[in-house]
């Protein structure tokens, strides 16, 4: 009887140790960084993102004020890919769809063939989806400034090349956006494992203080 009691509360001792390390899970922050001795203290500033401003499929302008208070999911494609980007959006409409409707956790998609998708073309291309577009923005701008923000602070290739198909290139990575702006995650978005793991990983994200 004793054994058996001893077998029990050892059994819920490591159940409760394995329940600390989820609860305490924390994510990286990801990118450069910039430390400081202040004080007798260690500042450690982490890359953000800067801000921008683009048009989404609604004509609406976005910011980083659009995400005050919330995380989101960053990507690059183009309406008429017809490589890595058609499994991009199936796998991130999985991920929209497991936090529809949640207010603190928004996606921000930018084409990078803005001559092409125009806001009515990213309307239609939205609306084809059926999301919700004040959740889900699908992004146009100055070709070069959606270029900049890629590769120099979402870690993202982004180019013209008219030897590939489609005429453009770019990373098919989902780059997951603290509220902070800072980069926490970074995912293969044509790999439904990675995907699966950023599903498991927002939550976590939502929970920081």
């Known amino acids: 009887m004793i054994r058996k009691v001893i077998r029990t509360s050892?059994?819920?001792i490591i159940l409760f140790f394995y329940a600390c390390q989820e609860e305490e899970k924390s994510l990286p922050i990801l990118g450069a960084k910039t430390i400081e001795a202040n004080g007798g203290f260690i500042d450690t500033t982490y890359k953000t993102i800067p801000d921008f401003i683009f048009i989404d499929q609604d004509s609406n302008e976005i910011s980083q004020k659009t995400f005050q208070n919330k995380i989101y999911i960053a990507?690059?494609?183009f309406t008429t890919c017809p490589t890595i980007c058609p499994i991009m959006k199936t796998q991130m409409f999985r991920v929209y769809e497991k936090f529809k409707g949640n207010n603190q956790v928004a996606f921000l998609s930018h084409t990078i063939d803005p001559k092409h998708d125009t806001v009515a073309v990213l309307k239609n291309y939205a609306d084809g989806l059926g999301?919700?577009?004040?959740?889900?923005?699908?992004v146009t701008g100055n070709r070069e400034a959606i270029y900049d923000i890629a590769q120099n602070h979402y870690m993202i290739s982004a180019k013209e090349d008219e030897s590939a198909p489609g005429g453009a290139i770019h990373?098919?990575?989902f780059i997951l956006i603290d509220k902070e702006k800072r980069i926490r995650g970074c995912y293969d978005g044509t790999n439904e494992k990675e995907v699966t793991q950023l599903i498991n990983d927002i939550p976590f994200l939502l929970q920081e203080k």
Not at 132 to 138: G, T
């Open 10 to 12: 050892f059994f819920l």
């Open 75 to 77: 990507d690059f494609f």
């Open 131 to 138: 999301v919700s577009s004040n959740q889900w923005h699908f």
């Open 171 to 173: 990373g098919g990575s």
